[in-house]
């Protein structure tokens, strides 16, 4: 039986959650670890009772599905491998198509509201909060819709001002008093992520 451990990594919107994550992995090794983002689990837009997605609001915890990723790290966590849904931007709806994900020694879990949850943070056996300031992270946030999400300015502009900077306010930056080391500067903290690296190497070993 794999022995794992359950790493959260939150932060805002654009924090460099990700960046943060790839150096890790890359520093542990990819036969190790196993990701799971909380972005997988938005709730499919026709649970939201005919809302359109411009009505809805994406950064409150509701309009994730945290129970599944509860259930889905606890069946991690007790090896056994999952259905990880997958999630279209775009359209705001979940994918036919699921990935199969088996257990693996670091289980690394990263989303914004990850620490918001109660239940969901007692899983953690690390919690590091990646601290970036806003205004580097809502010109991440803007390149990221931009490219990746065909989201257009306004749009981005107005979700950022609706919901976006209420919710971080109400319950991403509150959460950041959960975690067990909080990183700065997002993925430039070279010598913060190199710690992570060695305190996340030490949980393997004890293992």
């Known amino acids: ?68 990723l509860i259930e889905h790290i606890i ?8 259905n990880k849904p997958l999630y279209d931007f775009t359209t705001h709806r979940r994918k036919k198509e699921t990935l199969y994900i088996e257990p693996k020694t670091i289980i690394i879990v990263d989303g914004i509201l990850i620490f918001a949850e109660e239940k969901l943070r007692e899983l953690f056996d690390l919690k590091i909060f990646v601290d970036t300031d ?3 992270r809502i010109i991440r946030r803007i390149k990221r819709d ?14 950022y001002l609706n919901t976006v900077k209420p919710m971080h306010l109400q319950f991403v930056e509150p959460s950041k ?7 700065p500067q997002g993925g430039n ?8 690296i060695s305190k996340i190497k030490s949980m393997i070993n004890k293992g």
Do not use: C
């Open 75 to 82: 069946m991690l966590k007790n090896n056994k491998p999952i």
């Open 177 to 183: 008093r959960w975690a067990d080391i909080i990183i």
């Open 1 to 68: 039986m794999i022995k794992t451990y359950v790493v959260g990594i939150a932060g805002g919107t654009g924090s460099g959650k990700t960046t943060v994550t790839d150096n890790i992995v890359a520093g542990i090794g990819h036969d190790h670890v196993v990701i799971i983002d909380h972005d997988s689990y938005y709730r499919d837009l026709d649970t939201f009772g005919g809302l359109t997605p411009d009505q809805i609001n994406y950064d409150h915890p509701s309009s994730l599905d945290t129970e599944m």
């Open 146 to 159: 931009l490219l990746e999400r065909g989201r257009s300015l306004e749009s981005i502009i107005d979700q």
């Open 134 to 136: 806003a205004d580097e």
């Open 189 to 196: 903290n070279k010598i913060a992520i190199d710690t992570m």
